[in-house]
């Protein structure tokens, strides 16, 4: 980078999100210098998006800003862990100030929104690609780990599924979703992670996964990590209206069960904490809805009203074995 170039990221970078007493050194030294509160464990976690892979050219930058950071904060809400640091790698094809002013907004008021401080990071030029590695406090043995999934435990998600989903597919086919498109498209281009609510539920949940890939799949990491099957009570899956609609439309249960990018949670809670789970969740801005239970095996199923196993979504037959 040349100087002038230097001097910009500088400007734009040099004070992003919060301002945190625990960084001790923040931007513009060969590292940070950060202090861990004692007694705490790092949680860390770092998502790429590339250009073509995971957002097309003309993407608006500011929603790129928040996305970036909000997929990694999710990673850590879906481990218990309480946000702080944040660094950025950016590759940019050149230096477009109106398009690196629109990212950090995106991500200096979602990282100011939860407490998190942008800490260092690196700056290259080449195809347009966005690293963030998250770090974040967990109390040792409290991280919501996928590999403590127990038979009989119930599986909780918050917020309503398939909605992100939804507004890819009204792209790709000729569905109308109508005047919901809007609120379709926001929750794909701007997802929020739900560290608020896995605050308020971490110490009454055993694990979680943010459902990236689509709950059929996250779920199943969990099975495959905690050696255990699951079933789904299909008809309890939290729908939106706009999905509500689509699936009455259409009966395509594939957005809501395996459509990812929602980035919302799914919960592994044990039995007996049902109640606390119900009352904490009524304080909740955001729904959380239970709708399965943990079982013995190894298959990920999901049955309609009455009992009845439904076709996987994805293509085979009437339930869902872990890959
Ligand atoms: P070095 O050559 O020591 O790696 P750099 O020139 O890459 O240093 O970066 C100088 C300072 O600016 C470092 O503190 C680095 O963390 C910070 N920095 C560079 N790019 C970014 C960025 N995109 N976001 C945040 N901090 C950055
Ligand atoms: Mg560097």
Redesign the pocket.
Known sequence: ?STNE?QL??H???R?GAVRPDVVL???????LLQVPAGKQLAVSIDTLVEGTHFSPDVDPESLGHKALAVNLSDLAAMGAEPAWV????TLPRIDEAWIAAFCRGFGALASRYQVQ??????TRGPLSISVQVHGFVEPDKALRRDRAKAGDLIYVTGTLGDAGLALQTLKSDYDAGKQLAVLQRRLDRPEPRLVEAGALRDLATGAIDISDGLLADLGHICDKSRVGATLQQADIPLSPAVAAYVRATGDWSIPLAAGDDYELCLIVPADEQSRIDAIAKTLHVAVTLIGQIEPGNAVRCVDAAGNPVADPRGGYDHFRNP
């Open positions: 980078m230097f990221i500088n734009y970078f040099s992003l923040g931007v513009g030294d060969d590292c940070a660094t950025l790698a950016l942008l800490v260092g990071g690196d700056t």
